[in-house]
């Protein structure tokens, strides 16, 4: 399947190299999935790793490393296509990524502004790491 990370699974893989989003980052390594990020994504990776105290550089390598597909960040009249369906206006550039790659899945860890509208899309499947783990090992 193809799935959008969220710079939140990203960033949570690299810091905790054991958990899900490591787990889930290391089948796209694998290509037991596909996975894609924007360019917008990867630089909300860089823009907060600092926050996990993790080296920007490093967090850059790390994209560039797993992620084959980084594709150009969409266009402004598909993002705002989603400023209804959204919670915060900033989380308008996910949504129009999975739309426009026809991606299976949204990856995120964001329970607040992401995780809550899995119910209002349709035409991809919102989820965690953890769920996605337990949906691909059926």
Same mark, same amino acid.
């Given at each position: 399947?193809?799935?959008?990370?969220?710079?939140?699974?990203?960033?949570?893989?690299?810091?905790?190299?054991?958990?899900?989003?490591?787990?889930? !980052? $290391?089948?796209?390594?694998?290509?037991?999935?596909?996975?894609?990020? *924007?360019?917008?994504?990867?630089?909300?990776?860089?823009?907060?790793?600092?926050?996990?105290? @993790?080296?920007?550089?490093?967090?850059?390598?790390?994209?560039?490393? /797993?992620?084959?597909?980084?594709?150009? *960040?969409?266009? /402004?009249? !598909?993002?705002?296509?989603?400023?209804?369906?959204? @919670? +915060?206006?900033? +989380?308008?550039?996910?949504?129009?990524?999975?739309?426009?790659?026809?991606?299976?899945?949204? !990856? *995120?860890?964001?329970?607040?502004?992401?995780?809550?509208?899995?119910?209002?899309?349709?035409?991809?499947?919102?989820?965690?790491?953890? $769920?996605?783990?337990?949906?691909?090992?059926?």
């Amino acid at each position: 399947p193809k799935v959008v990370f969220n710079a939140s699974v990203i960033l949570s893989g690299i810091y905790s190299p054991t958990g899900g989003s490591a787990k889930v !980052l $290391e089948w796209v390594k694998t290509n037991k999935i596909k996975g894609v990020i *924007s360019e917008i994504i990867k630089d909300e990776v860089i823009r907060k790793s600092y926050k996990l105290k @993790i080296n920007p550089e490093k967090a850059n390598k790390v994209c560039i490393k /797993i992620f084959a597909e980084i594709v150009p *960040s969409p266009k /402004i009249a !598909l993002i705002n296509k989603f400023e209804n369906t959204v @919670i +915060d206006y900033g +989380d308008t550039h996910l949504l129009a990524t999975a739309y426009q790659t026809k991606s299976d899945y949204l !990856l *995120s860890l964001d329970k607040k502004h992401i995780l809550s509208i899995k119910n209002k899309i349709k035409w991809t499947k919102i989820v965690s790491p953890g $769920e996605l783990i337990k949906i691909l090992v059926k």
